[in-house]
Nanobody, 122 residues
Framework: QVQLVESGGGLVQAGGSLRLSCTAS????????MGWFRQAPGKEREFVAG????????KYADSVKGRFTISRDNVKNTVYLQMNSLEPEDTAVYYC???????????????WGQGTKVSVFS
């Protein structure tokens, strides 16, 4: 059974940057579209960014477009999220999951990782 482990979160001032990582174990996800999601306090989990298996195609939520960059290293079975120009509204717990397609960014795996918390202060 695949296990996802997110890391890289932290406390950062508005305008700062963080790089999140999501590493899969149990099986390779190199043939899967992958996505980053986030859940802010009191809100539902939402899609943030997605990437195709080759890394050649990406998709972003409007709220992060131009500030976040998703990438992947299939050898390391890891997906990254580079977050720049962070805003207090980006405060949330961030999760990764496989998705059917970056154009249909719904989580495929029932079991989520523990997530990594990002807190942005002004």
């Amino acid at each position: 059974q695949v296990q996802l482990v997110e890391s890289g979160g932290g406390l950062v001032q508005a305008g700062g940057s963080l790089r999140l990582s999501c590493t899969a174990s149990g099986r390779t996800l190199s043939s899967n579209h992958m996505g980053w999601f986030r859940q802010a306090p009191g809100k539902e989990r939402e899609f943030v960014a997605g990437i195709s298996p080759s890394g050649g195609s990406t998709k972003y939520a409007d709220s992060v477009k131009g500030r976040f960059t998703i990438s992947r290293d299939n050898v390391k079975n890891t997906v990254y999220l580079q977050m720049n120009s962070l805003e207090p509204e980006d405060t949330a717990v961030y999760y990764c999951n496989a998705v059917p397609s970056i154009m249909a960014p719904l989580p495929l795996l029932n079991r989520w990782g523990q997530g990594t918390k990002v807190s942005v202060f002004s």
